[in-house]
């Protein structure tokens, strides 16, 4: 796991809780999927933009267009995959 997914799932757990104001929320189940939502996939900013796909064509710039942005797919990929897998066992 890359520290940057713990950053983030732990962000998302945090911004859960901070929604529990009193005892009457509770029983209510943690969102934190709105948050790595958000994070991944809920904006624009997530996705392979017409930028990285022209740019990456560019020998000079290419190589370090088409990193970055495999960079950015391994990091959502090893986020949504442990977060998965922590609720999982939680269940259990």
Not at 57 to 72: D, L, S, T
Request: charged share 25%; glycine share 6%; proline share 3%.
């Amino acid at each position: 796991m890359q520290a940057d997914t713990v950053v983030a799932l732990m962000e998302s757990a945090d911004t859960a809780m901070d929604t529990i104001t009193d005892e009457s929320t509770l029983d209510l189940p943690l969102e934190d999927w709105k948050w790595i939502f958000n994070y991944v996939g809920g904006n624009e900013g997530s996705e392979i933009s017409w930028f990285t796909l022209k740019f990456g064509q560019f020998p000079e710039i290419g190589p370090y267009v088409r990193k970055r942005a495999y960079q950015k797919l391994s990091l959502h990929y090893d986020i949504l995959v442990n977060y998965v897998e922590c609720h999982e066992k939680t269940q259990k």
